[in-house]
């Protein structure tokens, strides 16, 4: 599996990066995890605008959705070669009425639906493309689930947003790699059920023991050296701070 980071910021995009979205790869198939504020042109630099063969949204706040409102005009106005057909989207209860109210003027309340095939995500296992998926409900204001995607016996898992929880721990297990939020600083936010630090991230990866561990969606007013420096001191394993761009082969 190829991981493209196409976003990372937390919270509303940085002067540097779109908000969270990753690509991954294999066999040809590709699997959008996430389009947050931005991520739709920062897309366009690594594929074809018409590329993506499903996608996977992890929560309905819109520094994890919105762009799909965007993406939306694209593929249901599209002129030359008409319209797209629709593309696989997996998302929590109400994701078709939630982009739809977000966009406020689509031609008719199944507009939505003609380009994107709306699959509800609960916890479970089931396949997207050559992807064997499996999805976990974690600690958050709204519906939110992360998972792990495993091709020929490797493994991915990404957390979403998340306060700590053992379901987290349990889903990341073994994984070659642990794309994992750090939104707050340890010491400085304590806000339960909501987002991880980074020294929690760095504990919730030794309990998990993890192969790599690669923090993201740190908000633009958070130092990510500290949340970095912190998940060190928690996980002796290889540790990183995602970057826009950046790809990793797992």
């Known amino acids: 599996m190829k991981l493209t980071v196409v976003g990372c910021s ?12 990753y690509l991954v790869e294999a066999d040809g198939f590709r699997l959008l995890l996430d389009m947050g504020n931005g991520a739709l042109g920062e897309l366009q630099r690594h594929i074809g605008l018409y590329d993506l063969d499903a996608i996977f949204l992890s929560h309905l706040h819109a520094d994890h959705c ?23 989207v997996y998302g929590p209860e109400g994701t ?18 003609e380009v994107f095939d709306f699959h ?17 409900k974690v600690c958050h204001p709204v519906e939110a689930y992360a ?19 053992d379901v987290l721990d349990e889903l990341a297990a073994g994984s070659d790699l642990f794309l994992c939020e750090a939104a707050f600083t340890h010491g400085k936010e304590n806000i339960p059920d909501l987002h991880l630090n980074g020294r929690e991230a760095g504990e919730s990866a030794t309990r ?7 923090l993201t969606h740190i908000p633009p007013w958070t130092d990510p050296q500290i949340n970095l420096a912190d998940a ?7 540790t990183a701070l995602a970057a826009p761009g950046a790809t990793y082969e797992i």
């Open 120 to 136: 509800t995500v609960k916890p479970g296992s089931f396949d997207i493309g050559p992807f064997s998926v499996r999805t976990e």
């Open 147 to 165: 998972i792990r995607v495993e091709h020929e016996g490797r493994s991915l898992t990404y957390s979403g947003d998340t306060g700590t929880c």
């Open 96 to 113: 078709e009425q939630r982009l739809t109210t977000a966009y406020a003027d689509t031609p008719s309340a199944s507009s939505m639906s």
């Open 232 to 238: 060190r001191a928690a996980y002796a394993g290889p």
């Open 10 to 21: 937390g919270s509303f995009p940085s002067a540097e990066s779109a908000c969270s979205s």
């Open 208 to 214: 998990a023991g993890v192969g790599r561990l690669l």
């Open 66 to 88: 919105i762009d799909m409102c965007a993406y939306f005009v694209a593929r249901y106005y599209r002129h030359e070669g008409g319209r797209c057909a629709p593309i696989p």
